[in-house]
């Protein structure tokens, strides 16, 4: 999308608004954040070794509402770049886009919601953002239901939109504190060809003594296969939670997604794999300040006859407000050495700094990761990045600069830099 | 042409009833904003500070933010929308799932290390063996033709 293409569609937004302003309640506040990105770093360009790229990111959040009751409300959320040295490294990229931009209308009977405009959609089958209408509601004590219909955003750009349509809807029954069971459908059809058609079932179990199934799987009903169950429990016992997990995927109906196949899935859904992931993740609280989380996860292959585990372990220590200290190290193993690696991560973040200090908080993160197959001749890729940031106008303005270093297989010793400055605004109307 | 029509009727019986029992009884009887942390005076990550476990509303605790959620909260999320939706805004969420934007989600928020979002460090070089051992995570996010522009690249 061009600057020009996502600017027209900001001014027909910012009309929306207008128009819409009056019809939301007189208690209606308007909340505005936007966050400028300004970046800077070397890439060598079709005309240039080394040039200077320096991109400006705009992301621009609008949120017009009535926070204390339901009735009419807008959401918009977006982003553009321009390029500051503007040479052609972002020449086949996207320039900005409109990730939402919707009116919303909800009441508290029911808990009916209704959504037009541009939206994500994330329930059940569908993980999709559309241009169309969503709409949700209780059906009852022990029901709710959503439908929505549109295009889906994801095909805009390929042959126009003509014959491009998404719908779909998913049904729940529900007994609080008890179990959540959910059926969702999903059609999707590009260029007036199917590209989608899968229905599912998900749900959560709440059994006694702290123990919870949850899970979902997917049916694709134009390969008439299952392409996916993901189930996992969760349990407690004083400081010590578990959850265990099983995923199996084919391949065929997991990746096949017909009109709407795009590489490297449409390789995979040919190769008629089926992937089976056991595994599990212990965490001990062992008080208020430190956590330790031990992962392990075993990736089996039935067609290639392969498998690889990774194991990982994590201590993190909690402070007041965001303050942590943490490290992780984990181990890809398996029969394929190519596969193989190990990685260290350490990360802080600090923001309980004395008044004295110029700034509000200070982070620094190092991931280490080394491989037992060389890639392009390195067998490691080292990552250091360093962060402040401090807050003023009331905490309306925050600065942030990060700078980050990475020696890899694909840059040698590459130096970045970035400054954010975020600005909230907020007005009553 | 018939499936179309049927498709249309079964469209508009479908929104009769929606509408129909909208009219009913609540069901969770959930708000549709949790009081923000600004005016509760602590970041209200984890449920069971305040509510039960088991709640008569909602199973608080199976949404305790507990120091592994941003690696699991897949399940709940896709379940329970309207409760993610009671804290946070849809733009919280693209940090991390948002294919639509070229930042990838680690670098939008770079000094907040604290949010283990993924894809940390370089990627670019783990992602040729995350992406051979489990492709089916990529998929989520990079499976539909416009996301997947950003693999074609290097993959065609």
């Known amino acids: 999308m061009t600057i020009k293409k996502y600017l027209r569609l900001l001014l027909c937004f910012s009309l929306v608004l207008v128009t819409c302003a009056p019809l939301i309640a007189a208690a209606a506040e308007l909340k505005v954040q936007s966050d400028t990105l300004f970046r800077a770093f070397s890439r060598n360009t079709s005309t240039e070794t080394d040039a200077a790229v320096m991109p400006t990111y705009e992301y621009l959040q609008v949120d017009l509402e009535n926070p204390d009751s339901p009735g009419l409300a807008f959401h918009l959320y977006g982003w553009g770049r321009a390029d500051l040295a503007d040479n052609d490294y972002f020449k ?62 994801a095909l805009a750009s390929v042959n126009g939109r003509s014959g491009d349509s998404i719908y779909g809807g998913r049904l729940v029954n529900h007994m609080a504190g008890l179990y959540d069971l959910g059926l969702s459908y999903k059609k999707i059809r590009n260029d007036s060809e199917d590209a989608e058609e899968v229905t599912g079932f998900d749900m959560s179990v709440y059994l006694p003594h702290n123990v919870n199934l949850y899970g979902s799987s997917s049916f694709n009903l134009l390969t008439d296969s299952w392409a996916e169950h993901s189930y996992e429990l969760t349990a407690s016992v004083g400081p010590v939670s578990i959850r265990p997990y099983f995923q199996r995927f084919q391949y065929e109906d997991y990746f ?6 795009a590489n490297p899935f449409r390789f995979l859904a040919d190769s008629n794999e089926q992937l089976v992931v056991l595994g599990s993740d212990l965490t001990l609280k062992v008080n208020e300040a430190w956590t330790l989380v031990g992962k392990g996860k075993n990736y089996d292959y039935q067609k290639l006859n392969d498998s690889s585990q ?34 260290v991560r350490i990360f802080t973040y600090w923001d309980q700094l004395t008044e004295t200090c110029p700034v509000d908080f200070i982070s620094s993160d190092l991931v280490y990761v080394g491989y ?3 890639i392009y001749g390195e067998d490691s890729s080292l990552f ?33 830099g970035m400054l954010t400055a975020s600005y909230r605004f907020g007005k009553s109307l | 042409m018939r499936n179309k029509h049927m498709l249309n009727i079964g469209s508009l019986l479908l929104l009769l009833a929606l509408a129909a029992c909208a009219a009913l009884d609540n069901g969770m009887d959930l708000p549709a904003k949790h009081i923000s942390a600004e005016d509760l005076g602590i970041n209200p990550t984890t449920c069971t500070d305040c509510h039960e476990a088991r709640g008569e509303k909602l199973a608080f605790g199976s949404f305790n933010h507990t120091a592994t959620w941003g690696q699991t909260h897949r399940q709940q999320a896709s379940q329970n929308e309207a409760v993610c939706s009671m804290c946070h805004q849809t733009s919280f969420c693209n940090d991390c799932h948002n294919s639509g934007s070229e930042l990838k989600p680690s670098l939008k928020n770079q000094g907040e290390t604290y ?7 370089d990627y ?30 290097c993959h065609g």
Request: charged residues 20%; hydrophobic residues 30%.
């Open chain 1, 310 to 343: 990774y194991y990982a372990a994590q201590a993190t220590w909690s402070g007041e407000e965001h303050s942590q200290i943490g490290a992780e190290i984990g181990f890809m193993v398996g029969d394929t050495a190519q596969n193989d690696y190990y990685l």
């Open chain 2, 115 to 121: 949010r283990q979002t993924p894809h940390r460090g």
């Open chain 1, 256 to 261: 096949g997604t017909g009109a709407n196949s």
């Open chain 2, 124 to 153: 670019l070089s783990r992602h040729r063996i995350d992406g051979r051992v489990d492709p089916t995570s990529c998929f989520r996010c990079h499976g539909n033709p416009k996301s997947a522009q950003i693999c074609a690249a």
């Open chain 1, 384 to 416: 250091l990045s360093l962060g402040t940031g401090k807050k003023f106008m009331d905490d309306a303005l925050e600065l942030k600069l990060s700078a980050d270093y990475s020696n890899d297989p694909y840059f040698d010793q590459d130096l970045r």
């Open chain 1, 92 to 153: 086949d990229s996207t320039a900005g886009e409109l990730l939402y931009g919707y009116l919303e209308y909800s009441q508290k009977q029911a808990r009916f919601n209704a959504r037009l405009g541009r939206q994500y959609v994330f329930e059940g089958v569908a993980n999709e953002s559309l241009d169309g209408l969503r709409l949700s509601s209780d059906l009852g004590k022990y029901f709710s239901g959503s439908v929505y219909a549109g295009q889906q955003v």
């Open chain 1, 372 to 374: 037992d197959q060389s």
